[in-house]
């Protein structure tokens, strides 16, 4: 399911009561009357995720100590330069890359 995109079983629905014409939720009452819960909508998981979670779990290659410590000492002497073009030039290359990969 996209967002944005109607469902086929939408969450809840308001339909009026046989007793006073008040509004009830449809999955309330469903549930209610058999005593189950109502059902889940399925989920797929993207690859992108899958692998953020794998990151997230380190699963991926250490961190580079050496050059975090020389850009943490060149931040704090004042003598960092941001290359701004190179920052846009990535971010770029990576939009297209994710809007590459949405699209297969």
């Known amino acids: 399911m ?8 939408p969450i809840s629905t308001s339909m009026p009561s046989a007793k006073g014409g008040k509004s009830t939720s449809a999955a309330a009452g469903a549930a209610s009357t058999t005593g189950a819960t109502p059902a889940g909508v399925e989920v ?11 990151a997230k779990n380190g699963d991926t290659a250490d961190v580079d100590m050496a050059k ?16 701004a073009e190179a920052i846009a030039d990535k971010l770029l290359s990576n939009a297209q890359d994710m809007l590459k990969g949405a699209s297969t």
Request: glycine fraction near 6%; charge should be positive.
């Open 2 to 9: 996209k967002i944005g995109q109607p469902s086929d079983n």
């Open 44 to 54: 797929t998981v993207s690859k992108m995720a899958r692998t953020l979670e794998s």
């Open 68 to 83: 975090v410590n020389a850009v943490r000492a060149a931040i704090q002497n004042g003598t960092y330069k941001v290359n």
